[in-house]
């Protein structure tokens, strides 16, 4: 007769069995999935060598090319601005390597740069954009016309180019003594930094950082395109450069290429911040003074990298 103590060790004695299976089974699928997770992890790991030898390979490239452009830049655009004379406009963003840079390479086109002037934060900010429309209708002189427009912006393009370029027909637009007073005056109220001493160009420069940060950033970049728009609608011709970043959809190159207004008439490229991009400035000058415009750059709203050669 079957006991009970019978029943109970075939009962433990199944149980043993199922978890000895268990146990030898789950072994044999984990060294499989950790085999199969190691060689993805090694398949990984050569993906990311690989991917990373790409990078360095190309950023070697970028470096050489980038490198040449500032060896040939000058002497293909030497002789490109002869005799011409230009304003250089920074934004408190702006780095002093871009503006200096800009600076040797219109010397080396032939130009000269007769003014040198540095927007502050105040200049851009948009909650004391009333004030500044206030300063730009108290300091206008005698013979300097302000554009019908009431962003501060176009306001302030139509004063500060008045003060600092030729008009359309390369005549100052307001007499030195009254340019000199209000150029000083907007230092004073602390717009600008230097530049009173500033005489009249044919052409003009605005140059910018990356793109815009913090609060109302698009507000501040609206500000600065539509500062140099109007610097070009008043006198010979005007070109906004910025760095990588500035061509988003809040940075002043940005801003200004989504606006057919502005496009039509200013000149953009948005890779100040490389030698490449700095000689296509001048090329754009060039352009300027042909009546033509156009957005140049590596970003994807840019037409291309440089004006198209001209026979």
Request: proline letters at 4%.
């Amino acid at each position: 007769m079957i006991s009970v103590r019978y029943h109970a060790i075939s009962i433990a004695a199944v149980f043993l069995a199922l978890a000895v299976g268990i146990v030898l089974g789950s072994t044999a699928i984990s060294g499989y999935l950790l085999s199969g997770l190691s060689q993805d992890k090694k398949s990984l790991g050569k993906q990311v060598d690989d991917l990373e030898a790409q990078h360095n390979e190309l950023s070697a490239r970028l470096a050489n090319a980038d490198s040449y452009a500032a060896i040939a830049g000058p002497l293909a655009i030497r002789g490109a601005l002869d005799q011409r004379t230009v304003a250089l406009i920074s934004t408190a963003d702006a780095e002093p390597v871009d503006t200096e840079a800009i600076g040797y390479l219109l010397r080396s086109a032939g130009a000269t740069v007769t003014a040198s002037i540095q927007l502050t934060d105040t200049f851009t900010d948009p909650v004391r954009g009333d004030r500044l429309k206030g300063i730009v209708t108290r300091l206008q002189p005698a013979g300097v016309q302000l554009p019908s427009a009431t962003d501060p912006g176009t306001l302030a393009g139509g004063l500060v180019g008045g003060l600092i370029q030729l008009n359309k027909d390369g005549k100052p637009q307001a007499n030195e003594n009254e340019a000199a007073a209000a150029l000083r005056s907007l230092a004073d109220g602390g717009y600008i930094k230097s530049g009173y001493q500033a005489k009249p160009a044919q052409l003009a420069v605005v140059l910018t950082g990356g793109a815009s940060q913090g609060e109302q950033a698009g507000d501040r970049a609206a500000i600065i395109a539509r500062f140099a728009a109007q610097l070009d609608r008043t006198g010979g011709g005007a070109v906004l450069v910025g760095r990588k970043g500035s061509a988003d959809g809040a940075g002043p190159v940005g801003v200004a290429r989504a606006d057919s207004s502005i496009v039509s008439v200013l000149s953009t490229v948005d890779n100040g911040d490389t030698a490449a991009g700095r000689s296509v400035v001048i090329l754009a000058l060039r352009e300027q003074l042909e009546g033509q415009s156009g957005r140049y750059g590596i970003a994807g709203n840019a037409q291309g990298p440089a004006p198209a050669a001209r026979s």
